[in-house]
């Protein structure tokens, strides 16, 4: 029996939470994901990512809850969700001796396609991967970017609804990087895909995702668009702030740790950053021009996400469930703005 989806939900989780033996990997993960949207399950390793994944692909049963891609049970109905569902490993197997053509023709047939129809598409998805001059290469001359596009191209072949990716920037350099977020963009954008991201690296994972889920020992903390967080976690009293002055010395500091409701202030770089527990902005403005000092460079961190994720692990760390109960009573919607 199909799962009734709203129209613009395509991946629907409930109370999702699988143990293995005393460590309880996912606890109680209730989630939703839009059509068409580019989702990051953001955490460190360990954090339940990979299990997640592995229950949506019907590969480990939950002991709790449930879990419906396009309607479909991922559990019950797991050759159906496989059918609908493209997965890329985070790292990509190709037969090293055959081409990128012939790897892609394999995996055609292995999904039952028609020939023509297999070469139709290894020529359309060969150029949406950038890969039209080395499809005739052998893969084991491929850079682990061009292997990154070519699974791509390979978990497109059945033309799946969602695509499923574990760790796609892993190992690439900033060049691959830049093409594959290009290319994650446009399968959510032009071809209307959903794309579920699960990674650890959360500078580039930030540059493409429409929202992020927060994961700490199991459990989601937070979920919603990064300036959405970012905002919570203001309204919370949580400020950073980066600071520079000329001249740059020691009383500089000392004004800084000065400042009213400041944390603690660390220096970075050519900067200093303030962590506190209100907009200090106008307050530094004030003090610096009274002291004589010059600010060189002054800018409130309010999407950082290394930054954000910093402070919701606090949170995780203290056992603080509020942010997770706020998003499950639809706190942060999944909706696009």
Not at 15 to 32: F, I, P
Not at 46 to 52: F, S
Not at 128 to 151: E, I, N, P, W
Request: hydrophobic share 35%; proline share 2%; glycine share 12%.
């Amino acid at each position: 029996m199909e799962q009734k989806m709203d129209d613009d939900v395509i991946i629907k989780i409930e109370n999702l939470t699988k143990s293995y033996g005393k460590k309880r990997a996912v606890s109680d993960l209730t989630l939703s994901i839009g059509c068409g949207e580019v989702f990051g399950l953001l955490g460190p390793n360990g954090a339940g990512k990979t299990t997640t994944t592995l229950m949506l692909l019907g590969l480990t049963e939950p002991d709790s809850g449930k879990a419906w891609i396009n309607g479909k049970d991922c559990t019950r109905n797991a050759i159906e969700v496989k059918r609908i569902v493209g997965y890329l490993p985070d790292n990509v197997g190709f037969y090293s001796d055959m081409t990128g053509r012939e790897n892609l023709r394999f995996t055609g047939q292995l999904n039952g396609l028609p020939g023509d129809i297999i070469e139709s598409r290894i020529e359309a998805l060969l150029e949406k991967v950038g890969l039209s001059g080395a499809g005739d290469q052998k893969t084991g001359t491929y850079s682990r970017g061009m292997r990154q596009r070519l699974g791509v191209a390979d978990v497109l072949m059945k033309e799946p609804k969602v695509v499923i990716m574990d760790e796609p920037t892993l190992g690439i350099d900033p060049e691959g990087m830049r093409e594959l977020m290009v290319l994650i963009r446009s399968l959510a954008e032009k071809d209307k895909r959903t794309i579920l991201i699960s990674s650890h690296q959360l500078y580039q994972i930030q540059q493409v995702c429409d929202r992020v889920g927060l994961f700490v020992e199991g459990r989601l903390m937070a979920c919603g668009r990064i300036e959405e967080l970012a905002a919570q976690l203001r309204q919370e009293g949580h400020y950073v702030l980066e600071a520079g002055a000329a001249p740059d010395d020691g009383g500089f500091e000392a004004l800084l740790r000065s400042l009213g409701n400041v944390d603690r202030v660390e220096r970075k770089g050519e900067h200093y950053v303030v962590y506190s527990r209100s907009d200090l902005c106008r307050e530094l403005n004030r003090k610096a021009l009274d002291r004589g000092y010059t600010l060189c460079h002054l800018r409130q961190k309010e999407n950082d996400l290394d930054e954000i994720y910093r402070r919701y692990f606090e949170k995780g760390e203290q056992g603080d469930g509020s942010l997770t109960d706020r998003k499950n009573k639809g706190f942060l919607s999944f909706k696009r703005g």
